[in-house]
């Protein structure tokens, strides 16, 4: 017994890579190149200089609940920023502001908060980029975490995968059309003011940032928005996601290199509007270093697209019944010998402790019983090692896939109740065994 009831390492996550218990999508929405911005990263969208969706994150664990400070709950969905945005944020006031220096050479110091005000206007930019996919997952019934502001940009983590193509094409098209309006609606702006004043200065850097918000997320690859429009596409004339999902990928990988490549090439021949004159050593060094980010960005982006694809073919197999421990009832004063004894006889792996109605009141945890030595087992009660279930902690055996995980995301634990519809004990289901069945499931290559 003591080798079947060995301890579960307390497993209260599943898994760890990628985390099938967050499926979300990603995005990224691209910065401006001349009016200084930076690029940035369950299904989840991101908004930088790339606006890269279904990354997959599952990128670590963050500090905190919303993984940066709170600003606000637009449409019921919390809105962090990263404590990385700080970071982005100085690094565009100060070369904005230089770049203020030349056109505006009267500002002064003053040019520095003029430049800050552009970071954040360039940022809330973004937001309305993600709370465009926000609003329309919320308009599919698709669950939305949370959205984040990071130091390349803005993520909307959305929890579950489009129902059909067409609204999966919806749901990538809308943040960048939404920048394209913003595009539209700065650029009427500037006409209204004097292009050789503060606001014509911070109207055209807007405009132009947003333009290039939309242009590059509209790039036919993934985890970019026209990765996933094209993923629909494909989806749609197929009929399999999974075929599309490659495709889009593949493309997605392609632009990586391109992007490692064509970058550097572009500035220092001047095509992105640089006198090639004025580009210098430091230049060439900064620009090979945004392109490795981005490419590196979209690269892993796209790997992660074909990860989580290939979860989500996998997630059927995930059957709490197949998974379930066979497990005894014992009473609260059961010694814990007894009961290991009783279980090892029913060939059994777990113990539920019953109340005098042989209800269910508490598990023996694996962990709690492999810390009794084996000599103090005899005068140790099964109540004195149990948890008590609550209604998180109940499995219905017919769950599977996604909305098994799902239960188990919101109530985590090391082990949980499997009972059957009518309420009778089927067994008990150890978040490792899901882990361990999750892992297998994925080591498998796709149909």
């Not at 985890?223 to 599309?244: E, H, S």
Request: proline residues 7%; negative net charge.
């Amino acid at each position: 017994m003591d080798e079947t009831l060995r301890p579960a390492a307390d497993s209260t996550r599943i898994p760890s890579t990628p985390d099938p218990l967050a499926l979300h999508d990603r995005s990224i929405t691209p910065g401006d190149r001349t009016t200084p911005t930076a690029p940035e990263h369950r299904t989840e969208r991101r908004t930088a200089v790339a606006d890269t969706d279904e990354t997959g994150e599952r990128g670590g664990r963050r500090s905190g609940p919303g993984g940066g400070i709170l600003m606000g709950r637009p449409f019921g969905v919390p809105v962090y920023v990263s404590p990385s945005w700080f970071l982005v944020a100085a690094l565009i006031t100060w070369v904005f502001g230089g770049q203020l220096d030349r056109i505006l050479p009267d500002l002064g110091l003053v040019r520095y908060l003029v430049s800050l005000f552009f970071a954040v206007a360039f940022y809330a930019s973004v937001l309305v980029h993600e709370l465009a996919h926000t609003v329309a997952a919320l308009r599919f019934k698709l669950p939305v975490r949370r959205i984040q502001l990071q130091f390349f940009g803005g993520v909307s983590e959305i929890e579950k995968e489009s129902e059909t193509p067409g609204r999966e094409f919806v749901l990538a098209f809308v943040g960048p059309l939404l920048s394209l309006v913003l595009t539209g609606a700065f650029y009427l702006g500037m006409k209204a003011v004097d292009p050789a004043t503060v606001p014509g200065v911070l109207l055209a850097g807007l405009m132009i940032s947003n333009l290039l918000v939309a242009g590059f997320n509209l790039l036919p690859g993934l985890p970019l928005d026209g990765g996933r429009m094209l993923r629909a596409v494909i989806w749609g004339i197929t009929g399999k996601p999974m075929t599309g999902t490659v495709a889009a990928a593949w493309i997605g990988r392609g632009l990586a290199v391109a992007v490692l490549l064509g970058l550097p090439l572009l500035t220092h021949t001047g095509v992105l509007g640089n006198h090639t004159a004025e580009i210098g050593g430091m230049d060439t060094v900064m620009d090979a270093l945004l392109a490795a980010i981005l490419a590196a960005i979209i690269w892993t982006g796209a790997g992660n697209s074909l990860r989580m694809a290939r979860l989500r073919e996998h997630l059927p197999e995930l059957q709490a019944r197949a998974l379930t421990r066979r497990a005894i009832p014992v009473e609260n004063a059961t010694p814990l010998s007894e009961a290991l004894r009783r279980a090892d006889d029913a060939g059994a792996r777990a113990l539920v402790v019953v109340d005098g109605h042989g209800d269910p009141t508490a598990i023996v945890r694996e962990s709690s019983i492999a810390s009794v030595p084996e000599h103090r087992r005899p005068w140790v009660a099964v109540s004195t090692l149990a948890q008590d279930l609550t209604d998180g902690m109940k499995v219905s055996a017919e769950l599977t896939g996604e909305e098994l995980l799902d239960h188990l995301r919101a109530t985590p634990a090391s082990e949980y109740l499997v009972l059957e519809p009518g309420g009778e004990i089927y067994g008990v289901l150890s978040a490792l065994d899901v882990e361990k069945a999750f892992v297998k499931a994925m080591a498998r290559p796709h149909s």
